[in-house]
């Protein structure tokens, strides 16, 4: 298995609290992304990082913020979370973005906001 | 344009029989089409994928078969068993910044 380790694996909060989700990874890939899953609608890409401090929106980046200090580590933050962000997080991983490259996927975060 | 369109949404077949998982996209740029397998608690792993260069990709009991003309690619599960049992998400892989845009999961259940 990849070395992703995601934290917390499960959270419950309120509505209107900040949030931050954790991955840190022992690959030293490159790239580095969060993913939300919800029923009927598959993965959807919420931001990815392509190297320290370089980062870039996804298709559903709207009321998250991410941000990468060091290779290893990548946050994702819900700056005041809603009902609507309750899903399953996923973190992942991958050396490149080239043809034929495998992402590698953390074990998810569970999060309810109530 | 950007989209991949998955069938059927859940599928339930027998032990022994043929699992057969449907996507279609419409953006001709799309250049790699992977598949991931998701077990309940745990994230999505690489199954198989293609190139669309290539008509059938077979691993095993898994193939990939691809209609460029048509646009639409599939899974086949060979002689499924009760441990394929599992979410199964195809993907295309997008010009621009080369993400991989999903399909929205097949929940697979064989029954023993």
């Known amino acids: 298995d990849a070395g992703i380790t995601q934290s917390p694996r499960h959270k419950v909060t309120e509505t209107g609290t900040p949030v931050t989700l954790r991955c840190h990874q022992t690959?030293?890939?490159?790239?580095m992304y969060w993913y939300r899953q919800d029923p009927g609608h598959g993965l959807r890409l919420i931001h990815y990082?392509?190297?320290?401090?370089?980062?870039d929106k996804g298709e559903v980046s709207d009321g998250y913020s991410v941000s990468r200090s060091k290779t290893e580590d990548f946050l994702l933050t819900l700056e005041s979370a809603t009902s609507s962000q309750t899903s399953v997080y996923f973190c992942a991983i991958s050396e490149s973005v080239g043809v034929g490259n495998t992402i590698y996927f953390g074990e998810g975060s569970w999060l309810t906001v109530v | 344009q950007q989209q991949v369109k998955q069938s059927p949404q859940s599928l339930i077949v027998q032990k022994g029989g043929i699992s057969i998982i449907n996507c279609a996209y419409e953006n001709t740029a799309f250049d790699y089409f992977p598949w991931y397998q998701q077990f309940p608690g745990k994230g999505p792993a690489l199954l198989i994928a293609?190139?669309?260069d290539v008509s059938e990709k077979k691993e095993g009991r898994f193939t990939i078969s691809f209609n460029k003309s048509a646009k639409q690619f599939s899974l086949h599960i060979m002689d499924s068993q009760p441990g394929d049992s599992a979410t199964y998400f195809c993907a295309a892989r997008a010009g621009g910044n080369y993400q991989l845009i999903w399909g929205a999961g097949t929940k697979l259940i064989i029954k023993p």
């Open positions: 990082s392509y190297g320290v401090k370089d980062t």
């Open positions: 690959e030293n890939h490159r790239y």
């Open positions: 293609i190139r669309p």
